[in-house]
């Protein structure tokens, strides 16, 4: 006797807070598409910021978690920004395997003041930092990217090129949905994103152009290198997605990859979660006090108290003085 293999067929719509892996073998391509939904609205909701730094955090968690559902082992993965634009920082935190949190520093006035709210233009010059974790026995990997102007995509474009050697294709997107209620208009986030990697048995055909020759004596031209068939194909392929159609509720992950590749024929794999969380907790907060000098903690007391505000998740912590070591409040300034 043989077991019966049952069938799964795409889903109608839109699975909310899912990251869902294929593979067209035919072009020798793999990737993922994640649909974010309540997490990525709980992680822009929680902190009330203006409309374009909401855009360029949402990207920033479509991609954290496309790159961070890639580890093969328990640990962390982190995206950081450091700029000198509107938007000084992006930190997106993702812990395997479906964990997410991020959160975003920027400059009110700047942002305010902006005529170019793209996320390229809001994040401005600076670094991209993305940082594998596999826990405190183990080494950390840090890849560093310049950022130029050019946005989180072509960033993650460079990286690949510059660290991983792997032909890559990015594509974000970010909307606001606005769903009429009885009591009234309801708004909330979502964001998209889709990435595909030529990831061939022969190493030799993803062999790509140099980077930059840099100080190379005039008159030399830089080597060329003729792109792979499939890699180009299945990128053009790629490259037809629409912004909507990655934040689209009513478009299923299963539907749009048939959409893009039906012709080469697409395989796609089970779905996983993705949630939003946060880690912090009184003991935490308690351990990250204790790191600081007596006299720093005694000077972070008011009104006889220390309180801690979690940039994650806005949560609130009122922490004793004497939990911290301060045995004596009223002496403190």
């Known amino acids: 006797m043989t077991a019966e293999v049952p069938g799964r067929l795409p ?38 910021y203006p409309e374009p730094v909401s855009r360029v955090l949402g990207e920033a968690v479509a991609l954290g978690v496309l790159l961070g559902t890639a580890l093969k082992f328990d640990g962390r993965f982190i995206l950081q920004t450091q700029t000198d634009g509107p938007v000084r920082m992006l930190v997106v935190d993702f812990e395997t395997p479906d964990k997410i949190r991020a959160c975003a520093r920027f400059d009110a006035e700047l942002v ?23 826990g405190p026995d183990m080494s950390r990997y840090q890849g560093v990217v310049e950022l130029a102007g050019q946005g989180l995509e072509a960033a993650a474009h460079q990286y690949f090129a510059q660290s991983e050697q792997i032909p890559t294709f990015v594509r974000l997107a970010v909307a606001e949905e606005m769903t009429a209620t009885a009591d009234g208009t309801k708004r909330s986030w979502r964001a998209g994103g889709l990435m595909v990697q030529f990831m061939p048995a022969d190493p030799e055909r993803m062999a790509r152009a140099d980077l930059d020759p840099g100080d190379a004596p005039a008159g030399i031209e830089p080597g060329t290198v003729a792109e792979d068939d499939a890699w180009v194909e299945a990128r053009t392929l790629a490259a037809t997605v629409e912004d909507h159609e990655l934040v689209d509720p009513a478009l299923s992950s299963e539907r749009l990859l048939w959409r893009l590749f039906n012709e080469r024929g697409v395989r796609v794999f089970a779905p996983r979660p993705v949630t939003n969380f946060c880690r912090c907790s009184v003991e935490t907060i308690r351990d990250m006090l204790n790191r600081f000098s007596l006299d720093d903690r005694q000077h972070m007391v008011e009104d006889g108290k220390i309180t801690v505000t979690c940039e994650f998740c806005s949560s609130r912590y009122i922490v004793e003085p004497s939990e911290v070591g301060i045995p004596d409040a009223s002496a403190t300034d």
Do not use: K, N, S, Y
Request: proline content about 7%.
């Open 11 to 48: 889903d109608p719509v839109a699975e909310q807070d899912r990251i869902t892996p294929f593979q067209v073998d035919t072009l020798d391509v793999r990737g993922r598409i994640v649909t974010l939904g309540p997490a990525v609205d709980a992680v822009i909701a929680g902190h009330g």
């Open 112 to 134: 305010a003041a902006a005529t170019d709210t793209r996320p390229a233009a809001m994040i401005g010059r600076g670094h991209l930092a993305m940082t594998i974790d596999q």
